[in-house]
């Protein structure tokens, strides 16, 4: 027992130290482990792909399942090292992260707007979105700024903080497979309405509780950027469950409540439009709103942190509390199981 409470704590510190690098360094330059996930993912799908649904649940199953099983033995190899284990941690936690790298862009695209740059700017949205820059203008182009920054402040920091905080390990490299699976098959389209939905599902299982921690943590961090916690709760009690997704909606109308501005409209995704329900009161936003989405979510980003942390020290001290239990249990059932002999 107190090897697993030591390796509980070793998660515990792996995951601070893989904030840390996420904060300083964002995400890794080259050799990604996410790109190298989504080269092995191609090649499941090349060998499942069938325009069904049960194939695409084959494919989720055996493309998520397998790291997860690595992990799984990682986990269990480092359980007495301790060491090695906050170091594989570290590791793992900084490859699920991405909140540096999404505010980073959302600074990039403030810039470009800044400087009355449209051309720079509508290049620089295909890293934050999929939608069609071609005919947004600086209102539009900060709109799909402001709402990509609050729907992957979960994405990209909460959710895997959440996961790695209940599963260690496992549960960094789970989410970030069934994140990146939804990105590659997830979306509608003619080759994956059928074979992506099982990736979709499993994405918005995963997301249920981090989106609408993201958006609590939105809410509280308000005062942050000059909002209102009454008002964003408001706006996200009302609005939340008005987005057709069933986690997005959480977030940006956390965010949207908090900065005091309107999100939603007409999506324009090459070619096909998304008429999306208004969240929020305020104007449309501005450039300058983009960085107070920024700061929001570094907020959101830091409390999600704190919170895994502790979450895995306290599972750590439960542990030990649970031990002390069972061994007073065992000596008193002894010493009067000895008395009856007697």
Same mark, same amino acid.
């Given at each position: 027992?107190?090897?697993?409470?030591?390796?509980?704590?070793?998660?515990?510190?792996?995951?601070?130290?893989?904030?840390?690098?996420?904060?300083?360094?964002?995400?890794?330059?080259?050799?990604?482990?996410?790109?190298?996930?989504?080269?092995?993912?191609?090649?499941?799908?090349?060998?499942?792909?069938?325009?069904?649904?049960?194939?695409?649940?084959?494919?989720?199953?055996?493309?998520?399942?397998?790291?997860?099983?690595?992990?799984?033995?990682?986990?269990?190899?480092?359980?007495?090292?301790?060491?090695?284990?906050?170091?594989?941690?570290?590791?793992?936690?900084?490859?699920?992260?991405?909140?540096?790298?999404?505010?980073?862009?959302?600074?990039?695209?403030?810039?470009?707007?800044?400087?009355?740059?449209?051309?720079?700017?509508?290049?620089?949205?295909?890293?934050?979105?999929?939608?069609?820059?071609?005919?947004?203008?600086?209102?539009?182009?900060?709109?799909?700024?402001?709402?990509?920054?609050?729907?992957?402040?979960?994405?990209?920091?909460?959710?895997?903080?959440?996961?790695?905080?209940?599963?260690?390990?496992?549960?960094?490299?789970?989410?970030?497979?069934?994140?990146?699976?939804?990105?590659?098959?997830?979306?509608?389209?003619? %080759?994956? $309405?059928?074979?992506?939905? =099982?990736?979709?599902? +499993?994405?918005? !299982?995963?997301?249920? @509780?981090?989106? #609408? &921690? *993201?958006?609590?943590?939105?809410?509280?961090?308000?005062?942050?950027?000059?909002?209102?916690?009454?008002?964003?709760?408001?706006?996200?009690?009302?609005?939340?469950?008005?987005?057709?997704?069933?986690?997005?909606?959480?977030?940006?109308?956390?965010?949207?409540?908090?900065?005091?501005?309107?999100?939603?409209?007409?999506?324009?995704?090459?070619?096909?439009?998304?008429?999306?329900?208004?969240?929020?009161?305020?104007?449309?936003?501005?450039?300058?709103?983009? %960085?107070? $989405?920024?700061?929001?979510? =570094?907020?959101?980003? +830091?409390?999600? !942190?704190?919170?895994? @942390?502790?979450? #895995? &020290? *306290?599972?750590?001290?439960?542990?030990?509390?649970?031990?002390?239990?069972?061994?007073?249990?065992?000596?008193?059932?002894?010493?009067?199981?000895?008395?009856?002999?007697?």
């Amino acid at each position: 027992m107190t090897s697993r409470r030591a390796a509980r704590r070793a998660d515990a510190l792996g995951m601070l130290a893989g904030v840390a690098l996420d904060a300083a360094f964002g995400d890794p330059r080259r050799l990604h482990p996410v790109a190298g996930f989504g080269n092995f993912a191609k090649v499941v799908e090349r060998y499942t792909y069938a325009d069904s649904r049960r194939a695409g649940a084959a494919f989720t199953a055996l493309a998520v399942g397998v790291p997860v099983a690595a992990a799984v033995l990682a986990q269990r190899a480092t359980r007495g090292r301790p060491v090695l284990r906050t170091a594989l941690v570290a590791a793992g936690t900084w490859a699920a992260l991405g909140g540096r790298s999404l505010r980073r862009e959302g600074g990039l695209m403030a810039g470009a707007l800044e400087r009355g740059d449209l051309a720079a700017a509508r290049a620089r949205l295909s890293h934050l979105c999929g939608r069609d820059p071609s005919a947004l203008d600086e209102p539009g182009l900060a709109r799909a700024t402001v709402e990509s920054i609050a729907e992957n402040s979960a994405d990209a920091e909460v959710a895997p903080l959440v996961w790695g905080a209940l599963a260690g390990l496992p549960g960094l490299v789970g989410y970030r497979a069934v994140n990146t699976l939804d990105a590659m098959v997830g979306h509608r389209s003619p %080759r994956y $309405a059928r074979f992506g939905t =099982a990736s979709a599902r +499993l994405d918005d !299982a995963a997301n249920l @509780v981090p989106s #609408r &921690l *993201t958006a609590a943590l939105a809410t509280v961090s308000a005062p942050l950027v000059s909002g209102s916690p009454a008002r964003a709760a408001a706006v996200w009690r009302r609005d939340g469950d008005a987005h057709p997704s069933p986690n997005s909606g959480q977030c940006e109308s956390a965010f949207a409540g908090a900065l005091g501005v309107r999100l939603g409209g007409t999506n324009i995704y090459f070619g096909r439009a998304e008429t999306r329900p208004t969240l929020g009161d305020g104007p449309g936003p501005r450039t300058r709103d983009i %960085r107070r $989405a920024a700061t929001l979510s =570094a907020a959101v980003g +830091l409390s999600a !942190a704190v919170l895994a @942390v502790l979450t #895995r &020290l *306290t599972a750590s001290a439960r542990l030990g509390r649970r031990k002390g239990t069972f061994l007073t249990v065992s000596v008193e059932e002894g010493a009067l199981l000895d008395g009856q002999r007697g």
